[in-house]
């Protein structure tokens, strides 16, 4: 009632404000960093979310042969900052990356 109540003027500079905060808003939410839970500020740290998966597994090349081993999976889920898992674990830095060369030796791998 009371919008319909209002002079056609004010009606459209109201809906025009209400359309001009909200752009804003939304502009400082996904411009910034203010909007993203996660960060890596030294300043003001927040929680870095990691899955880190121990894993052992057996092949069985073509020839019949079996072969066990194990790893982990590591899935960084809210941004790419392996330089510092790197420096924080030192076993992250000498881990080897599967690659389609290396699982063409193997059946079912892939």
Request: charged share 20%.
């Amino acid at each position: 009632p009371l919008f319909s109540s209002m002079d056609k003027f004010y009606q459209v500079l109201l809906i025009l404000g209400c359309l001009f905060s909200f752009t804003i808003t939304l502009m400082v939410v996904f411009c910034s960093g203010v909007g993203f839970p996660y960060s890596d500020n030294f300043l003001h740290p927040r929680s870095q979310r990691l899955s880190i998966y121990h894993t052992r597994r057996t092949t069985v090349s073509f020839d019949g042969q079996e072969a066990v081993d194990g790893g982990y999976y590591i899935a960084r889920w809210d941004y790419h900052w392996a330089t510092k898992l790197k420096d924080t674990v030192a076993e992250y830095g000498d881990a080897v990356k599967v690659t389609d060369d290396m699982c063409h030796e193997y059946v079912d791998c892939g």
